[in-house]
């Protein structure tokens, strides 16, 4: 499978963003912020949640991992494209775009796994609350990430070795700032059949599978907390709207990109900045929101009064007290385990963001 016998073409053209020198430089200076930030916003957060043991809980293990898929996602994409933004000669070889288009497909598959994963973890610590120690036990939350990576490399190996064996005959400009493989297959002169339906088979199993074990599960949470009569318990469930808005940019943007046809065009350009840029960057913000909670919260991490609990499930459990169950004259620690209302902060509690962040 040597690269060279495919084609007389050894490199691609990659158009980028804008034409204008001037632009480019505003956006080198923009996307090299973006990058900055990105990278120390994820450093962060994944050392904060390695160096403090009140974090090593399910959720922030998928985290953690997320994490790190944003670092590597990132790191593939921006690098290169601030080196076209401020050099002459924008160009990449053919096995440079193959292998960022391969390193494309591990991380933004892998990274749809773990947001789905993580969704069902939401759903089982709000609607599930008390069996959220058994059903989010220690080897199915290293399975769902093992798995996560495993069908990433999976899906990038089934679309790029067949892109292996595709001709490039004079058509070498990518109307693109990086390689993606619906840019790719319209430069080949070769039949790209398979390679059409790898892509399309692969994008709808995958970007839909993962995005429907999303939706059911925000259904039950959305249900959950429709039926808690307490505004106060409300609100703190629907602290999960910050991971729901993630959830929803990048996989519709994702999937707009890789099933519409590709021309170049703004909007196509625009969603590929948004789940290719901007989603690394906004995930460490976005699970950045609640640390004073975290703060407030501190106390009941080893709660006593619960030890078969999950820690954040005590935290549900102070909000069932204070929302008029403690019997009447009562002190505080006699007040009854109740099951109800079921999941009333349990995703602020567990998804809240480390207090060590800046």
Known sequence: MALGNHSTITKFLLLGLSANPHV????????????????MGNLMLLLVIRADSRLHTPMYFLLSHLSFVDLCFSSVIVPKMLENLLSQRKTISV??????????????RTEACLLSGM?????????????????????????????????????????????????????????????????????????????????????????????????????????????????????????????????????GSALLRHLMPNSGSPIELIFSVQYTILTPMLNPLIYSLKNKEVKGERSLQDSSDLPQLHKGQARWNRLAFTEGRREPGAPESSVPVTPQPRGACACSALHAAPTALP
Not at 95 to 108: D, N, R, Y
């Open 119 to 251: 969704a069902y973890d939401h759903y089982a610590a709000i609607c599930r609350p008390l069996l959220y120690g058994q059903i989010m036990g220690k080897q199915l939350y290293k399975h769902l990430v093992r798995g996560s990576w495993g069908l990433g490399f999976l899906d990038a190996l089934i679309n790029v070795l067949p892109a292996v064996n595709m001709v490039f005959c004079e058509a070498k400009i990518i109307h693109h700032y990086s390689c993606e493989m619906p840019s790719l297959l319209p430069l080949s002169c070769s039949d790209i059949s398979r390679n059409l339906i790898a892509l399309l088979c692969s994008t709808l199993l995958h970007g839909l599978g993962t995005f429907l074990l999303v939706f059911l599960s925000y259904t039950g949470i959305i249900s959950t907390i429709l039926s808690i009569s307490s505004t106060s318990g409300r609100s703190e469930a629907f602290t999960c709207s910050a991971h729901l808005t993630a959830v929803i940019l990048y996989y």
């Open 24 to 39: 480019q430089a505003l956006l080198f200076v923009l996307f090299l912020g973006i990058y900055l930030l990105t990278i």
């Open 95 to 108: 096995e440079g775009c193959l292998a960022q288009v391969f390193f494309v497909f591990v991380t933004a």
